[in-house]
């Protein structure tokens, strides 16, 4: 009588993120440097990995660290990397280099972002810009601040942003890859999916585009009434590979595209 192997715990969450890699199990062998006869008794649960393997797999698939500490469980071993809050005391220092960051990005906006792109953390030149083009009872119905949320929501930026269609094409992309690389969560594909639910938002926005470009420098331009601001951001990581909070920290800083930008925010500074 045969008997049908379904795989152990790890073997599925391996085929998961292989799928999700789209890699074939000689393809991920041939990039790991083991036999594909190996990761296939891996993942029906014939063969038992290794602590180094389940790494090693991992950093072939390029398995975000909070998805790693997942495979390692799995597979019977501890997780290895931590996740402490922002606001424990180790994180202290952390705490004072962030607000350094965002001082220095003054009289610019800036923005601490978690993986969700919920926004922890602003300085004084991002809620000034929040302050002149959006109602601050309509931001407050939004819910918990996310910066997704506030550029494409119709009581958010977007009716103030003069491209917005290609600002938030490029915008949504981010997200598209944020779920297919697993960074973002079940959170981020809810988020997503709201935002594509909104009026107006074109059809081939729904899909993943690889080729897209997701250069961190995007281009917004704001108007409401005679004021105008036009800046394009960066996207900084602190990629710290031991801690999952930090890791996944952004920091978006906006910067003036142009002189009548930068006068106008100097402006808004001095009141």
């Known amino acids: 009588m045969s008997t049908t192997v379904t795989g152990s715990p790890f073997g599925k969450a391996l085929r998961h993120w292989r799928a999700q890699r789209r890699m074939s199990q000689l393809h991920l062998a041939l990039a790991a440097g083991v036999s594909s006869r190996h ?28 998805h790693r500490n997942d495979l390692l469980t799995a597979a019977g071993y501890a997780p290895v990397y931590r996740e402490t809050a922002l606001e424990a005391p ?26 969700h792109w919920n926004v922890l953390q602003v300085n004084e030149g991002s809620a000034r810009v929040q302050r002149l083009f959006l109602d601050p009872a309509a931001v407050a119905r939004l819910g918990p601040p996310n910066a997704m949320r506030l550029m494409f929501h119709p009581d958010g930026f977007r009716p103030h942003i003069v491209n917005w269609e290609a600002t938030a094409a490029s915008l949504v992309q981010w ?25 107006d938002v ?12 997701t250069a961190p420098f995007l281009p917004i331009e704001f108007r409401k009434g005679d004021a105008a601001l036009r800046y394009f951001t960066t996207l900084t990581s602190l990629g710290t590979p031991h801690d999952i909070t930090l890791h996944e920290l952004r920091i978006e800083s906006f910067f003036p595209a142009d002189g009548a930008t930068e006068e106008a925010s100097r402006r808004l500074a001095a009141g």
């Not at 296939?40 to 660290?65: C, I, K, N, W, Y």
């Not at 969560?185 to 999916?193: C, F, I, K, Q, S």
Request: charged share 25%.
């Open 202 to 213: 074109p059809r081939q926005w729904r899909t993943l585009d690889l080729a897209a470009s």
């Open 39 to 66: 990761v296939s008794f891996v993942e029906t649960g014939r063969a038992q990995p290794s602590r180094e393997m389940v790494v090693l797999l991992a950093d072939v698939l390029e398995v975000p660290p909070r």
């Open 175 to 199: 997200l598209h890859r944020d779920v297919w690389s697993g960074f973002g969560g079940e959170a981020t594909r809810r988020l997503l999916d709201e935002l594509l639910a909104y009026p």
């Open 90 to 115: 180790e994180m202290t220092q952390v705490r004072r280099a962030l607000d350094f960051m965002l001082r220095q990005q003054e009289p610019y906006p800036a923005l601490v972002l978690d993986r």
